[in-house]
């Protein structure tokens, strides 16, 4: 059976030698959160932090840092899940494995939360306040303490109950800006997320939105929170299929349940239409979200059970600890992506891009085989349906390409994918843009909280042209740019001035630079070019290259062309396509980290120190 609560898991995990107790005096203010990251990078242990500066709770950081760790976390279940997938792709091949077959039903048992009396329930035996919660700050102009893993908890106000709940992990701000010590926490909750269904059904009905916020409790539920689960189907039946026993949830009169294993409930409800400044905070692309207007929790009280743990992350530039958040939903589930996306072989959603902005997808063509013209038809179809299919449709660039073209690309070999791309691509044809419309909610290349545009680039059929490996000799650059680097195969490069543009406008530099290449023809090898800020950083790694050109770059104001222009309202050019991936003036700040404090980070890790051979 699977970890009930973060008690048992801690003990499991420190007896098999994956957690590591740190008792050094340690700060929540920036110090935590920087030990944390460290470790993840080095493939380290879960960490429990006994000795927290103004916490009277540890601190649980890392859980699930590594796939491994948190693939052993869920150990007992993972077959039952498998099964379970596999009857839905192919019965068939379910039905030769009997062994596992039979486990199913019993999973599926699970699925069902059960009642206790709020006696039964640990979670309930404590109560606190917010500003006495570990107040974690994980980057230095961060607005103020925040709850790192949330599971925030509503139902359809219209429908109350266990079917209609959903579980999402939705950032919650616990101190600073406007927000009323100890009587006001801020909810913010991306475009696309199931929290917005019931808020919006609330608002027409003129009433609150009765919200629960659980910290901790069994590992299963942090996962569930984060699930990309159809909508309709609860996150806690997800959450007793995968830690293999049924929730158990007790209820307050006129509060919602919360699970009665839970480390800490924050219990209160929404204003229908009220909002409070919230942020900035520094989110998983790597950048700081601003400050905008959000919904809050009118906080009614705070429960604790009295061995609490308090579970933590940071995000950052990936890649971090969600990742392998990415990777274990991916193990769970890509089996299914074909049954939903017919046609469809495999989707990737680009960590090291921070997730939205790149989606790769492999699909098929297949409309006219009798026609002897191979071009794309049915990737088109395909892409439509994957940018309609839940948390899939906040891709800002999609691309896609044809399976029988190289039936052995493998959709995590991004290198390998871009490179078929660019050798099939047409740039005549094979852009497809979809303006004035809603992006993830964390990326500001669009100018605006949650808009901006989409490209599709679909390519299919032979290849057109070999890709340069080397800088070609006869490379001229116009005045104004310079230091050209070959980030990957036919990819160019290029430093230019720093922006100065606002949201929306198209920049005279680069369309000149498109102009000169048009006069004086780039090399044939030479398919992509991108505009930098630091060449030299964007060609030193692929991470690099695909998280300054997809996070920096709006497809509707940054995508040029050499040779460019329209043809019965579709944009393409003769020549290389160029995006402009500079920092722009109204882009969110990157993150970076205090300077003092990774000194000091770095006189404890070294020889001797208390976190030598752990960072």
């Known amino acids: 059976m699977g970890y009930r609560n973060l008690q048992e898991t801690v003990a499991d995990l420190e007896q098999h030698g994956m957690l590591r107790r740190i008792a050094l005096p340690v700060d929540a203010n920036l110090e935590v959160g920087m030990i944390q990251r460290r470790v993840y990078q080095a493939g380290g242990p879960a960490l429990l932090f006994t000795n927290v500066t103004g916490s009277a709770f540890p601190l649980l950081g890392n859980l699930f840092g590594t796939l491994e760790r948190t693939r052993f976390i869920f150990r007992d279940t993972l077959r039952t899940i498998d099964t379970l997938v596999k009857l839905k792709v192919n019965p068939l091949q379910a039905l030769r494995e009997p062994a596992g077959l039979l486990k199913a039903p019993f999973g599926a048992m699970h699925l069902l939360p059960r009642r206790v009396s709020a006696d039964q329930?640990?979670?309930?035996?404590?109560?606190?306040?917010?500003?006495?919660?570990?107040?974690?700050?994980?980057?230095?102009?961060?607005?103020?303490?925040?709850?790192?893993?949330?599971?925030?908890?509503?139902?359809?106000?219209?429908?109350?109950?266990?079917?209609?709940?959903?579980?999402?992990?939705?950032?919650?701000?616990?101190?600073?800006?406007?927000?009323?010590?100890?009587?006001?926490?801020?909810?913010?909750?991306?475009?696309?997320?199931?929290?917005?269904?019931?808020?919006?059904?609330?608002?027409?009905?003129?009433?609150?939105?009765?919200?629960?916020?659980?910290?901790?409790?069994?590992?299963?539920?942090?996962?569930?929170?984060?699930?990309?689960?159809?909508?309709?189907?609860?996150?806690?039946?997800?959450?007793?299929?995968?830690?293999?026993?049924?929730?158990?949830?007790?209820?307050?009169?006129?509060?919602?349940?919360?699970?009665?294993?839970?480390?800490?409930?924050?219990?209160?409800?929404?204003?229908?239409?009220?909002?409070?400044?919230?942020?900035?905070?520094?989110?998983?692309?790597?950048?700081?979200?601003?400050?905008?207007?959000?919904?809050?929790?009118?906080?009614?009280?705070?429960?604790?059970?009295?061995?609490?743990?308090?579970?933590?992350?940071?995000?950052?530039?990936?890649?971090?600890?969600?990742?392998?958040?990415?990777?274990?939903?991916?193990?769970?589930?890509?089996?299914?992506?074909?049954?939903?996306?017919?046609?469809?072989?495999?989707?990737?959603?680009?960590?090291?891009?921070?997730?939205?902005?790149?989606?790769?997808?492999?699909?098929?063509?297949?409309?006219?085989?009798?026609?002897?013209?191979?071009?794309?038809?049915?990737?088109?179809?395909?892409?439509?349906?994957?940018?309609?299919?839940?948390?899939?449709?906040?891709?800002?660039?999609?691309?896609?390409?044809?399976?029988?073209?190289?039936?052995?690309?493998?959709?995590?070999?991004?290198?390998?994918?871009?490179?078929?791309?660019?050798?099939?691509?047409?740039?005549?044809?094979d852009l497809h843009f979809q303006t004035a419309t809603t992006i993830d909610t964390l990326d500001y290349s669009g100018g605006g909280l949650n808009s901006g545009s989409k490209l599709v680039i679909a390519a299919a059929g032979p290849k057109r042209r070999t890709l340069c490996t080397e800088l070609p000799p006869e490379l001229v650059l116009p005045e104004g740019w310079s230091a050209p680097a070959l980030a990957l195969p036919g990819v160019l490069v290029l430093q230019g001035r720093a922006a100065e543009l606002t949201s929306g406008e198209s920049d005279p530099a680069v369309e000149q630079l498109c102009s000169f290449w048009q006069q004086r023809p780039l090399p044939e090898g030479i398919a992509l070019v991108v505009v930098v800020d630091d060449s030299r950083f964007c060609s030193a790694t692929l991470d690099n290259f695909l998280w300054v050109c997809f996070t920096r770059s709006n497809p509707a104001s940054d995508v040029y062309g050499v040779g460019g222009g329209f043809k019965q309202r579709h944009w393409g050019c003769s020549g290389p396509l160029v995006i402009d991936a500079r920092s722009k003036p109204f882009h969110a700040p990157p993150l970076e980290e205090d300077p003092n404090l990774v000194r000091k980070l770095e006189e404890l890790a070294a020889a001797g120190g208390p976190l030598h051979g752990l960072l």
């Open 121 to 429: 329930a640990p979670a309930l035996a404590c109560t606190t306040t917010l500003s006495r919660l570990p107040q974690l700050i994980s980057w230095p102009n961060d607005g103020g303490a925040f709850v790192t893993l949330p599971q925030v908890y509503s139902e359809d106000p219209t429908r109350p109950g266990f079917g209609t709940s959903n579980l999402g992990m939705y950032r919650v701000q616990i101190s600073g800006n406007q927000y009323m010590p100890d009587r006001q926490a801020g909810l913010h909750y991306q475009i696309h997320r199931g929290i917005g269904v019931h808020h919006q059904q609330a608002i027409a009905r003129g009433q609150r939105l009765k919200v629960n916020v659980f910290v901790g409790g069994a590992p299963s539920m942090t996962v569930a929170a984060v699930m990309p689960l159809p909508e309709g189907m609860p996150e806690l039946s997800f959450a007793g299929l995968l830690g293999g026993h049924r929730m158990t949830m007790a209820q307050l009169p006129g509060q919602l349940p919360l699970p009665s294993e839970a480390d800490f409930c924050i219990v209160g409800s929404i204003d229908p239409a009220a909002t409070l400044p919230e942020g900035p905070f520094g989110d998983h692309l790597g950048y700081y979200s601003l400050v905008h207007p959000f919904p809050f929790i009118e906080v009614e009280a705070v429960y604790h059970r009295a061995d609490a743990i308090w579970p933590f992350t940071t995000v950052g530039r990936p890649p971090q600890e969600d990742t392998s958040f990415g990777a274990f939903i991916h193990d769970l589930t890509g089996e299914l992506i074909p049954t939903v996306l017919h046609g469809i072989k495999a989707v990737h959603a680009v960590d090291a891009a921070g997730v939205h902005p790149l989606l790769l997808a492999i699909g098929s063509e297949r409309y006219t085989p009798y026609d002897g013209v191979t071009r794309p038809r049915e990737l088109l179809t395909q892409a439509n349906a994957i940018l309609g299919q839940g948390q899939l449709s906040l891709a800002k660039y999609l691309l896609i390409v044809a399976e029988q073209d190289n039936p052995a690309l493998d959709i995590h070999h991004i290198d390998d994918l871009l490179q078929h791309l660019l050798e099939r691509v047409d740039w005549q044809q």
